[in-house]
């Protein structure tokens, strides 16, 4: 009897001589990846960049794979090269030892006795959000949730906060970088280096953001505040190696990692939450009723927040659905088997969770936003391993996963008592994918409920 070798990885049709799949991704990224789970197998090779293989992991045993044994053999990838560009050397980019050393110094910032002291931060700053809204004026919904994200991030973790105008300059010339950074993942890199407008509003936006970061370090550094949280951590904290301590441009990049990995990623969250509580008033009273019952007329706290069952269902379905991710990276330094197949050092392994988390064998009626489909877990394939990742796995899982989830469930309890929405007519809310997936628009008008969470 002879044994066959398995046949080789499939490679996506389309791909063009320097272009690759450039253009299908151009199109419509999100329904070029979603396209490939049903017409070719567990694993599938596209084209970024010429002349590098990718191969698209699509099968979620393979995926925990990649992620948990093989993780600690793999370097971080295209992705995090991109990203790269615009954070340095930081915790999200670096492997290894070095990954080990940095993820060491940011880890006590997200240890539960901290998470439990900033829910009041959280919803002060919601509150005062809140009050900001006009009611029956167009509400940009994405744009406060960002600047939400980003205030409660800067208060609970850097004991600061934005003025007005550094907010707006920071999240244009961000947003500028996290559109050029999903492009630049899309695209050879030979795209990148043509002098085009588009590359030289991306350097520009790069280094803007890094002059009002390393600013804003200095300025607190300058400021001798030593408050416990977390850049007093980075400040005080030394090399392990040089026994040093950290450099500005070093504190810089990780304070920037935080920004940039807890602002896009909640907000986008929080938008596509607060879209499907509109969209189902079963869903917005079944919350309001739930907030009334354990909270009657008190703020929400810490300790309500494993009280409130049904809004938690609410924030994992709204993760399944709408998950920000969309090309999570690694890469082989060895020749390296996955599955039954070995692929040669130096190839791309990716995964996509917006199109995991939307697979049919894996969760029924996958586009249907039901948050009791959570009751019984084994219909919503949270037990099929590496189905469900909202926060990744392996030794780069998401550091501020209980951080997000407190504040989601914070924002949310306190936004959705206070506020009716509605969402303004004549806009296509549909999911676009750069540097993470986010609602293309979301337009809503503000209503305020009344303290006690009226319905009216
Ligand atoms: C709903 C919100 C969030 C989602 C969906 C999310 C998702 C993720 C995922 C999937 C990863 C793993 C990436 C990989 O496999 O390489 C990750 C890593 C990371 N996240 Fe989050 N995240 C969220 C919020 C946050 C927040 C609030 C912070 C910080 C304040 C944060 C900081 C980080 C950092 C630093 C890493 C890199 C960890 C490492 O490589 O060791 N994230 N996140």
Same mark, same amino acid.
């Given at each position: 009897?002879?044994?066959?070798?398995?046949?080789?990885?499939?490679?996506?049709?389309?791909?063009?001589?320097?272009?690759?799949?450039?253009?299908?991704?151009?199109?419509?990224?999100?329904?070029?990846?979603?396209?490939?789970?049903?017409?070719?197998?567990?694993?599938?090779?596209?084209?970024?960049?010429?002349?590098?293989?990718?191969?698209?992991?699509?099968?979620?045993?393979?995926?925990?794979?990649?992620?948990?044994?093989?993780?600690?053999?793999?370097?971080?990838?295209?992705?995090?090269?991109?990203?790269?560009?615009?954070?340095?050397?930081?915790?999200?980019?670096?492997?290894?030892?070095?990954?080990?050393?940095?993820?060491?110094?940011?880890?006590?910032?997200?240890?539960?006795?901290?998470?439990?002291?900033?829910?009041?931060?959280?919803?002060?700053?919601?509150?005062?959000?809140?009050?900001?809204?006009?009611?029956?004026?167009?509400?940009?919904?994405?744009?406060?949730?960002?600047?939400?994200?980003?205030?409660?991030?800067?208060?609970?973790?850097?004991?600061?906060?934005?003025?007005?105008?550094?907010?707006?300059?920071?999240?244009?010339?961000?947003?500028?970088?996290?559109?050029?950074?999903?492009?630049?993942?899309?695209?050879?890199?030979?795209?990148?280096?043509?002098?085009?407008?588009?590359?030289?509003?991306?350097?520009?936006?790069?280094?803007?953001?890094?002059?009002?970061?390393?600013?804003?370090?200095?300025?607190?550094?300058?400021?001798?505040?030593?408050?416990?949280?977390?850049?007093?951590?980075?400040?005080?904290?030394?090399?392990?190696?040089?026994?040093?301590?950290?450099?500005?441009?070093?504190?810089?990049?990780?304070?920037?990692?935080?920004?940039?990995? /807890?602002?896009?990623?909640?907000?986008?969250? #929080?938008?596509? %939450? =607060?879209?499907? !509580?509109? +969209?189902?008033?079963?869903? @917005?009273?079944?919350?309001?009723?739930?907030?009334?019952?354990?909270?009657?007329?008190?703020?929400?706290?810490?300790?309500?927040?494993?009280?409130?069952?049904?809004?938690?269902?609410?924030?994992r379905e709204t993760l399944r659905?709408?998950?920000?991710?969309?090309?999570?990276?690694?890469?082989t330094v060895t020749p390296t088997?996955?599955?039954?197949?070995?692929?040669?050092?130096?190839?791309?392994?990716?995964?996509?969770?917006?199109?995991?988390?939307?697979?049919?064998?894996?969760?029924?009626?996958?586009?249907?936003?039901?948050?009791?489909?959570?009751?019984?877990?084994?219909?919503?394939?949270?037990?099929?391993?590496?189905?469900?990742?909202?926060?990744?796995?392996?030794?780069?899982?998401?550091? /501020?996963?209980?951080?997000?989830?407190?504040? #989601?469930?914070? %924002? =949310?309890?306190? !936004?959705? +008592?206070?506020?009716?929405? @509605?969402?303004?007519?004549?806009?296509?809310?549909?999911?676009?994918?750069?540097?993470?997936?986010?609602?293309?628009?979301?337009?809503?008008?503000?209503?305020?409920?009344?303290?006690?969470?009226d319905r009216g």
């Amino acid at each position: 009897m002879t044994l066959l070798a398995p046949p080789p990885i499939p490679r996506a049709a389309g791909s063009l001589p320097f272009l690759g799949h450039a253009v299908q991704l151009v199109r419509d990224n999100l329904g070029f990846v979603a396209s490939l789970r049903s017409r070719y197998g567990p694993l599938v090779e596209i084209t970024l960049q010429p002349g590098t293989r990718t191969v698209i992991v699509q099968d979620p045993d393979l995926i925990r794979s990649m992620l948990t044994d093989l993780g600690p053999s793999l370097d971080k990838g295209r992705f995090f090269e991109k990203m790269g560009q615009l954070l340095g050397e930081s915790v999200v980019t670096a492997v290894g030892q070095e990954h080990v050393r940095r993820r060491r110094q940011l880890q006590p910032a997200f240890a539960r006795p901290e998470i439990a002291r900033y829910v009041d931060t959280m919803r002060t700053e919601t509150e005062t959000a809140v009050d900001t809204w006009t009611p029956g004026r167009r509400l940009d919904v994405r744009e406060a949730m960002v600047k939400l994200s980003l205030d409660m991030l800067a208060k609970t973790v850097f004991s600061g906060s934005l003025d007005e105008a550094t907010f707006r300059r920071l999240r244009d010339d961000l947003s500028v970088v996290m559109n050029g950074v999903g492009a630049r993942v899309m695209l050879p890199d030979w795209a990148e280096r043509i002098p085009l407008p588009l590359n030289r509003r991306f350097d520009a936006a790069r280094d803007a953001v890094r002059a009002t970061i390393d600013q804003a370090v200095a300025e607190l550094q300058n400021s001798g505040l030593d408050s416990g949280d977390m850049l007093s951590l980075l400040l005080h904290a030394t090399d392990e190696e040089t026994g040093l301590p950290l450099t500005g441009q070093q504190i810089g990049s990780e304070v920037l990692t935080l920004a940039v990995a /807890g602002t896009e990623t909640t907000a986008s969250v #929080l938008s596509w %939450a =607060l879209y499907e !509580i509109t +969209r189902d008033r079963g869903i @917005e009273e079944a919350v309001l009723e739930e907030l009334d019952t354990v909270l009657a007329d008190r703020p929400v706290t810490f300790d309500d927040l494993p009280r409130l069952p049904y809004l938690e269902r609410v924030v994992r379905e709204t993760l399944r659905l709408h998950h920000t991710g969309w090309l999570v990276t690694r890469r082989t330094v060895t020749p390296t088997r996955i599955g039954d197949r070995t692929v040669p050092a130096g190839t791309e392994l990716a995964y996509c969770q917006h199109a995991l988390h939307r697979d049919p064998r894996l969760f029924p009626e996958p586009f249907a936003f039901t948050p009791d489909r959570w009751l019984d877990e084994t219909q919503a394939g949270a037990f099929t391993p590496g189905a469900f990742l909202p926060f990744g796995a392996g030794r780069h899982k998401c550091i /501020g996963d209980r951080f997000a989830l407190t504040e #989601l469930m914070t %924002a =949310l309890a306190t !936004i959705v +008592r206070r506020t009716r929405f @509605e969402i303004r007519p004549h806009q296509r809310v549909r999911p676009v994918a750069r540097a993470t997936v986010r609602p293309s628009t979301l337009l809503m008008s503000t209503h305020p409920r009344g303290r006690g969470g009226d319905r009216g």
